[in-house]
């Protein structure tokens, strides 16, 4: 692999508090001080100049659908969407066909990965449950085994109080995270959206924000008592976000994370009954928005995920109530991110970029996240100033749900290196 040299770029590295214009080396997949003169002649230099290099993002919620859903995204199409929004990392839920509540289920995962030649690093989650049903733990310790980096019946909840007290006590013997939607089922039947005065106008069945607030509290509970890490996903409500606030100033273990659409977006945006906006949880009010936002700035919530979730478009091309729920988010999260943290709230670059680096690699303990010496040479190269419009039907994932389609963003991802290899430039993907 020949070296590379990364040149005249803004390097923002949130791990080393570091913001300066520099270059980058990388010699043998690894970041390096330097390059010998030799060996700057032999490598490949890329001008970064007027564009900011940062770590890999890392997102550590995303839905890739394989095995069994292949017809909405596969393991390498959902990596190369990735790529093209900048990530070097992915963590992928189990709601799979069969879900990925044993060791095979995850082998198949990693060897579909090794086959496919995936151009970023795909690591699996194991289900909670058997099945995802809620009602027997999943063999917590042989999935541990397997290589899962945490478990979740993401997708759906466990609403048993003592069945996720026992999966607690176990993951905390395995050193495994507990990653948790939060969602009381026995309030939410039925229900496509906020429940509130835009549900009432559009005649739609609504999803309180308690059926969220009520887990969310749950969790922390549990959490405190069994000592054991719950990382709290999609958090929507303003009250979720004071719960978390008080229970991390008390010292609960927990973590929680916000998407994307849950920042930008809110309920006000399904007055067409457009089914792109349609997603568990569900866009909610101004207030909570805000809440989240304000969540991000005081440290209540630890990072951005994207809860990417394709679906094809016959599936989302039907009555509002009938559409399943999710959209994408890859490969417009960086612009998102931006245009909500730092255009309009004031948020300074590093601290988003943070938010998208170090704080989810931090939170699964992954070996990503940063620019340090001898570290995965993992980089993300970007112009946040260069405006640009989403095709989401031209875009690299298998679906197009996006909320964004045909919208103009601010911030494009120019090039992602992954392990010292350039896997995404100048708009496609080239390994």
């Known amino acids: 692999m020949p070296s590379l040299w990364i040149a005249n770029a803004r390097v923002i590295d949130p791990a080393a508090q570091r913001d300066a214009a520099g270059s980058l080396f990388i010699r043998d997949g690894k970041f390096v001080p330097s390059l010998t003169a030799a060996d700057k002649k032999r490598a490949r230099k890329l001008d970064a100049r007027g564009l900011v290099a940062c770590p890999g993002l890392v997102d550590i919620h995303v839905h890739f659908r394989e095995p069994g859903q292949t017809h909405k995204e596969t393991i390498a199409t959902g990596s190369r969407a990735a790529a093209a929004g900048g990530f070097t990392t992915v963590v992928c839920m189990p709601n799979t066909s069969p879900p990925a509540d044993n060791a095979g289920t995850i082998q198949f995962i990693k060897d579909a990965a090794r086959r496919a030649n995936v151009v970023v690093k795909v690591l699996p989650t194991g289900c909670i449950t058997v099945g995802m049903k809620g009602q027997a733990l999943a063999p917590i310790g042989s999935l541990q085994r397997a ?3 945490a478990i979740t019946d993401d997708g759906d909840c466990v609403q048993s109080n003592e069945l996720m007290r026992r999966a607690l006590e176990y993951a905390k013997m395995f050193d495994l995270p507990v990653m948790d939607h939060c969602q009381d089922a026995s309030m939410t039947v039925g229900a496509v959206m906020n429940e509130g005065v835009v549900s009432t106008r559009l005649g739609l069945r609504g999803w309180p924000h308690a059926a ?17 890490h719950v990382h709290l996903q999609h958090i929507s409500s303003r009250f979720s976000v004071d719960v978390i606030r008080r229970a991390k100033a008390r010292g609960v273990p927990v973590t929680a994370e916000a998407t994307p659409h849950h920042l930008a977006l809110t309920e006000e945006s399904l007055g067409g009954y457009d089914t792109n906006f349609k997603m568990n949880p569900p866009l909610r009010t101004e207030a909570d928005r805000r809440a989240l936002i304000a969540g991000l700035r005081d440290g209540t919530l630890d990072c951005i995920c994207t809860d990417h ?14 559409a399943p729920n999710g959209i994408l988010g890859l490969e417009t999260s960086l612009a998102v991110s931006l245009g909500v943290l730092v255009r309009q709230n004031k948020f300074k670059l590093p601290f988003v970029l943070d938010l998208l680096t170090r704080q989810p690699a931090r939170i699964l303990k992954l070996p990503a996240g940063t620019l340090a010496e001898g570290a995965a040479a993992d980089v993300c190269l970007f112009d946040p100033d260069e405006q640009w419009t989403y095709d989401a039907r031209a875009g690299f994932s298998k679906s197009a749900n996006s909320p964004w389609h045909g919208q103009k963003l601010t911030g494009r991802v120019k090039s992602t290196i992954v392990d010292g290899r350039v896997v995404f430039a100048d708009g496609r993907i080239t390994t």
């Open 147 to 149: 290589g899962v980096v």
């Open 212 to 228: 969220e607030d009520i887990i969310v509290a749950r969790n922390v509970i549990l959490a405190q008592s069994t000592g054991a």
């Open 309 to 322: 979730a394709p679906h094809t478009p016959d599936e989302k091309d039907r009555e509002f109530d009938f």
